[in-house]
């Protein structure tokens, strides 16, 4: 199945700044999916990336999927502390079988 | 709310038991799959049903059994419980046949195996 590698594993930032995490695999994917899970609860779908060099916006939240699809980014601007969580990459393979990264865990210092 | 409920929402059991877990999809999906999520860690995929039938499988040994029902409840089995099986357990639903891979996750059921 396919493997993904999430980066920074730990994100901690002020409010109002912005900030970056990346997924990236060795094989080219599919489709990616990004989930975010608040502390105590369960993942929520965000969204799916599946065409080369796709660039989807959800207001403060801008995905990215790479041009190879080997990799992909979610960048969170102005960033509030109703985005505290951790945010996971996943992607599917052929099998079915959908394989998550480890996550970025954000906190926000208000 | 996502619509997709699991039971019961915590669990204790000791090494060597086996436990069940049960899964309400959200109306009108015909796709499950389970995930094992361990403390600090991303949800790690078990199986998916489809129509009733496994159509795929993650690393897990066979002690790790599901069933889905024709209205679309599931079911994941687990015997011979280790200590290592203590986790959150996620079951998510989709609709498969549109394209649309929008999947909604339940709850979860938290399992502590002593």
């Known amino acids: 199945g396919q493997q993904v590698m999430q980066i920074p594993q730990y994100q901690h930032v002020q409010e109002g700044e912005d900030f970056t995490t990346y997924c990236n695999s060795s094989?080219?994917?599919?489709?990616i999916q990004w989930y975010k899970q608040r502390p105590g609860g369960h993942p929520v779908f965000l969204i799916q990336?599946?065409?080369?060099?796709e660039v989807k916006k959800q207001k403060r939240l801008t995905f990215q999927f790479g041009e190879a699809k080997k990799n992909s980014s979610l960048h969170i601007t102005a960033t509030q502390t109703t985005d505290v969580g951790t945010y996971f990459c996943?992607?599917?393979?052929?099998?079915?079988?959908?394989?998550f990264g480890a996550g970025t865990t954000v906190t926000v210092r208000a | 709310e996502t619509g997709v409920t699991q039971s019961p929402t915590h669990l204790i059991k000791t090494r060597g038991q086996q436990v069940t877990l049960r899964c309400s999809s959200q109306?009108?999906?015909?796709?499950v799959s389970w995930y094992q999520q361990a403390l600090g860690q991303g949800p790690q995929f078990i199986f998916q049903y489809y129509r009733e039938e496994e159509n795929g499988r993650g690393n897990f040994p066979p002690r790790f059994s599901g069933l889905q029902f024709p209205n679309y409840s599931s079911e994941l089995n687990v015997n011979a419980l280790e200590l290592d099986d203590s986790a959150l357990y996620l079951c998510?639903?989709?609709?498969?046949?549109?394209?649309?891979?929008?999947?909604?996750f339940g709850p979860g059921t938290r399992l502590l195996v002593l």
């Open positions: 998510a639903s989709r609709y498969t046949g549109t394209g649309d891979e929008t999947q909604y």
């Open positions: 990336l599946v065409k080369s060099g």
């Open positions: 996943a992607a599917r393979s052929n099998d079915y079988k959908l394989s």
């Open positions: 109306s009108g999906h015909n796709t």
């Open positions: 094989t080219t994917l599919s489709n």
